[in-house]
């Protein structure tokens, strides 16, 4: 088989490169380890910058965003008893939109399959071959038979745990990592969310984040010890804790009810360096990952596709490399700053069995100056509601 771009990786990034690209007329397979199904079965982001709004415009899979899409003007932080209020469109002008990324990955695989994409699903033993040559090729196996194509370049879209990002040899690239010492516990529940913004909390018992997806459909978040399993908690127990996490008011406003989905993320922020080598580019969690605190993972994959998007789209249209040659680099510097966010905002809202009383009077004390000080809140709202392409 032969194709322009072949795309390792069927979630949110390697679908919507492949429809931006299908935009301009370049052809892609996508490669896909599991079924769509199981793909769509992952409970993931729940938040959208609007440069990841504008991009699925662009691919013309809005629509369903836009109607059943909540715009969220704020976020409210909690500390203690305490809490305030973010307010992004006074501080920016710029809402956030509430639309999780399981839909977003549905309108993509739904316009892939409506403009006759080709998506090759539970893929297995991918190997990139000659990614720094002027033909590389990808290798697979699918139901036992082997397959090839030969691409001019390929798209390692393929998540943390990929190959892409292991088929650039060791000595060509450095790897920064931090792994947080707790995970985030995650319940989805058919009840009507406690509030009808987020609420980010810091309690001396540990984090909390109350989100949503829709009017009777709630995200709800406990920081976690690493060495728990979703086991270990019981319904009763989860919202017991949510509860004692959040200020009293909130928590006697909380509806319960059953978990629909029960499921424990832990958290590290991680970043290869370069994301290319030869014709094989990186996008998403294949290159970089942050806690999701700051809700940047998926709103930064989004950025990574647009670089690599205009780049590809610049070289099939004009020749020209500049696109491709500075992908690396012009991705890298909005990763970084995102990954700071997230480690800020992280390291501000969660507690550890390390940190010390001074250590938590400071978190009090940055909450208290944050909630304050204009330009600290100007600073947190340009970040959350996402810095520019
Ligand atoms: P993905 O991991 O989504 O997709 C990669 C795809 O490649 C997968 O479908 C996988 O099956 C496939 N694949 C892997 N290896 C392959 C191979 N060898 N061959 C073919 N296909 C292969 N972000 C937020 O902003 N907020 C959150 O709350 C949040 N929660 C998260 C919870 C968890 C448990 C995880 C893991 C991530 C979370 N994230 C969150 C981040 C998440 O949303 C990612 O940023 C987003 O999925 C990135 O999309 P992709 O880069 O497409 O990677
Ligand atoms: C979610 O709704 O899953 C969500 C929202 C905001 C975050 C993380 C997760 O920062």
Redesign the pocket.
């Known amino acids: 088989m032969r194709t322009q771009v072949a795309i390792?990786?069927?979630?949110?990034?390697?679908?919507l490169l492949a429809q931006l690209l299908h935009t301009r007329g370049i052809e892609s397979i996508v490669?896909?380890?599991?079924t769509k199904d199981?793909?769509l079965s992952?409970?993931?982001?729940?938040?959208l910058e609007q440069g990841l709004v504008r991009l699925m415009e662009e691919a013309g899979c809005a629509e369903r965003l836009h109607a059943e899409g909540f715009a969220h003007d704020g976020t409210l932080i909690a500390y203690g008893d305490e809490m305030f209020r973010i307010d992004f469109r006074d501080l920016t002008g710029t809402p956030v939109i509430v639309y999780g990324?399981t839909e977003v990955?549905r309108d993509l695989y739904a316009a892939r399959e409506a403009a006759g994409g080709q998506i090759a699903f539970e893929?297995?033993d991918?190997v990139i071959h000659g990614a720094d040559t002027e033909a590389p090729t990808v290798t697979?196996t699918q139901k036992g038979k082997a397959y090839r194509i030969e691409a001019a370049f390929i798209a390692g879209?393929?998540?943390?745990?990929?190959?892409?990002r292991r088929s650039i040899p060791e000595a060509q690239r450095q790897e920064y990592e931090k792994v947080y010492p707790y995970g985030?516990l995650?319940v989805l529940s058919e009840t009507p969310p406690v509030n009808d913004e987020l609420i980010y909390a810091n309690s001396h018992r540990g984090f909390a984040l109350c989100?949503m997806r829709n009017e009777n459909l709630s995200r709800y978040?406990v920081q976690c010890a690493l060495s728990d399993s979703p086991e270990d908690w019981t319904d009763a127990a989860f919202w017991a804790e949510l509860k004692a996490r959040l200020p009293s008011e909130t928590a006697q406003a909380l509806v319960t009810g059953p978990a629909i989905e029960k499921?424990i993320?832990p958290l590290r922020s991680f970043v290869c360096e370069p994301m290319r080598w030869g014709r094989l580019f990186l996008?998403?969690?294949?290159a970089h990952?942050?806690p999701?605190t700051?809700?940047?993972?998926?709103?930064?994959?989004a950025s990574?596709v647009h670089y690599l998007f205009e780049a590809l789209a610049q070289f099939y249209a004009t020749g020209e490399t500049e696109g491709i040659e500075g992908y690396s680099a012009r991705a890298l510097a909005r990763v970084w700053k995102a990954e700071r966010f997230s480690w800020w905002f992280s390291s501000l809202m969660h507690r550890t069995a390390d940190q010390s009383e001074f250590d938590h009077k400071m978190q009090i004390a940055e909450l208290n100056f944050l909630r304050a000080n204009r330009a600290a809140q100007m600073a947190m709202a340009q970040n959350y509601v996402g810095l520019p392409y």
């Open positions: 390792i990786g069927g979630g949110p990034s390697g679908l490669l896909e380890r599991r199981h793909v992952r409970i993931r982001a729940g938040v990324q990955t893929v297995d991918v697979y879209c393929d998540g943390f745990h990929g190959v892409s985030w995650g989100s978040y499921s993320a996008c998403g969690d294949a990952i942050v999701p700051g809700a940047k993972g998926l709103n930064t994959a990574d």
